[in-house]
C-alpha cells in the first residue's frame, strides 16, 4: 500500500546564499539514509535508501517537485541492499543493488519496474555466488546497465539488458579495482570509472567497498593520514564494453566516486583523497589526457557526484568533515566554464549528498543523510518551469517525449483530475476531448 508523506512547516528548511536556488524542501523521518535519487520531469523524482529503524529498503516516489513522498516499496530483504537509481521514464526504471548476506536462493543483483514503481521485481544475478553492484545507468525503456562486480569480486563490469530487462549480459573491465561509475555517449563509447577506497577502521589496511564508503559519511571522523590505499582508474570502450583501454591512473594521489561525460571529447570525474583533498580532473579529448583542476576549496570535501547539465554548467557533490554539531557537511561545487574552474557553495547543513539527478539546466533533486540517519531532499529550481510552463505542448508529465502516459493524464484532467497548460494543445484555454484526440494524433504521426 502507498504510504504518502507530507512534511510539516519545520521540515521546510529554506536558504539563500551564492546559488539562491538551492533549498531543502523535504526532511524524512529519522532512520532513514537515502542512497540516490533519480527525476524524470520537473516534477516526478524517486529516490531509493535503506531504513536502519525497520531494516529495509525503501524506494520513495514524489509526482509534485519533492513536496510529499509516497512509499512504493519497503521489504526486508537480506540478500540485497538497494544502492543505486536510474529512470529511464516515468514508467520504466532500473536500480542497482549489492548482497549484504549470501545465500543460495539470493534474490538478486537489482530491481527494475515497468509501471512507475507500482511494483519493483528482482533481476537475476549474473553469478550464483556474490555480485554487487554500485550504480545503474539507464539510457532509455530498453537498455540499462548496472555497473560493479560478480563471481566473489573476481570478474569487475557491465551486467547489461538491451530488451526492457527480459534479458542480461556481461561485459568485463580488466581491472582489480572496483568498478563504480560509468557514463555513456550513445551506446558504444563508455567511460568507467574505478577505483579502492581507504579503509574505515583505524588498524585495517583492506579497503572499504563503495556501498560502505557511500555510507562513509558516518564514519568520517575515523579517516586519518595513514591511509595507504587511494587507489583510481578510468577506462574506455569504443565498442559497448567488448573491449577496453585504460586511459587514467591516480598514482596513489585519490580515489574516483564519479564520472559525467558531456559529448564525446568533454568529460569530468570526480572524487577525493588523502584528508579530505577534493579530486577533480577534466578532459578535452575524450580521456587521452586527465588534467587535475584546482580550486580554493580543494581541502574541504569528499566528492561523490558529478552531473554537467550542459558543455558550461555542471555541478559537483558530496560532505566535508566540517558541518553542524559533529555531522558531515553538505559540500556543493558549480563549474560556468565547462568545468576549468569551480565555486563552492556556502551552506551549513548537516547532510552529507549522496546522489544527484539534474533534469536540465533548470530544476533537479539531490539527496543524502548523515550520522544521525536523517535524510533530506534538497532541490534546485530556477524558476523557469514557473507558472506551467510548457516546453513541449503535450508533454503533460515534462518527461521530454509524447507518448501514452501524457494521453492518460490529459484524460484524468478531462474527468476532473488535475490538469496543466501542456494538455491544451489547440491553445484555446480549456482541456477536452479535442485536445486527447490531438495527443494521440502527435504519438500516431498524423
Known amino acids: 500500500m502507498l504510504q504518502k508523506i507530507r512534511p510539516t512547516v519545520f521540515q521546510i528548511i529554506f536558504f539563500s546564499f551564492l546559488f539562491p536556488s538551492w533549498e531543502v524542501v523535504y526532511e524524512f523521518p529519522q532512520g532513514l539514509t537515502l542512497l540516490d535519487i533519480s527525476c524524470t520531469s520537473p516534477t516526478d523524482v524517486w529516490a531509493v535508501g535503506l531504513n536502519e529503524m525497520t531494516n529495509t529498503n525503501q524506494i520513495y516516489h514524489s509526482n509534485d517537485g519533492g ?3 509516497e512509499l512504493q516499496y519497503s521489504d526486508m530483504d537480506l540478500s540485497i541492499f538497494m544502492v543505486g537509481l536510474d529512470m529511464a521514464d516515468n514508467s520504466t526504471g532500473f536500480i542497482a543493488g549489492v548482497y549484504m548476506v549470501w545465500f543460495p536462493d539470493a534474490a538478486g543483483c537489482g530491481a527494475q519496474t515497468a509501471n512507475g514503481g507500482g511494483s519493483w521485481n528482482p533481476i537475476s544475478s549474473p553469478d550464483a555466488f556474490i555480485s554487487n553492484f554500485y550504480s545503474v545507468t539507464t539510457l532509455n525503456s530498453q537498455e540499462s546497465h548496472l555497473l560493479g562486480s560478480w563471481g566473489m569480486q573476481t570478474t569487475n563490469g557491465l551486467f547489461s539488458t538491451y530488451d526492457g530487462g527480459n534479458s542480461w549480459e556481461t561485459n568485463s573491465v580488466p581491472t582489480a579495482h572496483w568498478t563504480v561509475s560509468a557514463d555513456f555517449v550513445g551506446s558504444e563509447q563508455i567511460w568507467v570509472a574505478a577505483g579502492i577506497w581507504p579503509t574505515d577502521e583505524e588498524n585495517s589496511t583492506a579497503p ?11 564514519d568520517y571522523e575515523n579517516y586519518n593520514s595513514d591511509r595507504e590505499i587511494y587507489e583510481a582508474s ?14 587514467f591512473d591516480s598514482n596513489n594521489l585519490g580515489y574516483l566516486s564519479d564520472i559525467d561525460m ?9 572524487g577525493s583523497g588523502n584528508n ?23 581541502n574541504q570535501h569528499n566528492l561523490l557526484e558529478i552531473q554537467m547539465v550542459n558543455a558550461n554548467d555542471g555541478w559537483a557533490m558530496g560532505y566535508s568533515p566540517n558541518g553542524p554539531v559533529g555531522q558531515p557537511g553538505t559540500a556543493i561545487l558549480k563549474t560556468t ?3 576549468q574552474s569551480w565555486t563552492l557553495l556556502s551552506m551549513n547543513e548537516p547532510i552529507g549528498i549522496l546522489g544527484l539527478s539534474m533534469h536540465d539546466e ?19 529550481d530556477d524558476g523557469f518551469y514557473d507558472g506551467n510552463f510548457c516546453a513541449l505542448s503535450g508533454d503533460v508529465n515534462g518527461d521530454g517525449t509524447i507518448n501514452i502516459s501524457d494521453v492518460v493524464l490529459t484524460v484524468n484532467c478531462v474527468l476532473g483530475g488535475t490538469c496543466s497548460d501542456c494538455s491544451d494543445l489547440n491553445a484555446d484555454g480549456v482541456v477536452n476531448v479535442q485536445d486527447i484526440i490531438l495527443i494521440v494524433n502527435t504519438i500516431l504521426g498524423n
Do not use: C
Open 362 to 380: 533548470h530544476i533537479g533533486y539531490a539527496t543524502g543523510g548523515n550520522n544521525l540517519k536523517v535524510s533530506r531532499i534538497l532541490k534546485y
Open 276 to 298: 579530505f583533498t577534493s579530486q577533480i580532473y577534466r578532459t578535452v579529448n575524450g580521456g587521452a589526457t586527465w588534467n587535475q583542476i584546482s580550486f580554493s576549496s580543494q
Open 262 to 270: 558531456v559529448n564525446e571529447n568533454l568529460g569530468i570525474a570526480v
Open 67 to 69: 513536496e510529499s513522498w
Open 337 to 339: 566554464d565547462g568545468g
Open 208 to 218: 572499504v567497498q563503495p556501498y560502505f564508503h557511500d555510507l562513509g559519511i558516518m
Open 234 to 247: 578510468i577506462w574506455h570502450s569504443t565498442n559497448g564494453g567488448n573491449s577496453w583501454v585504460q586511459q
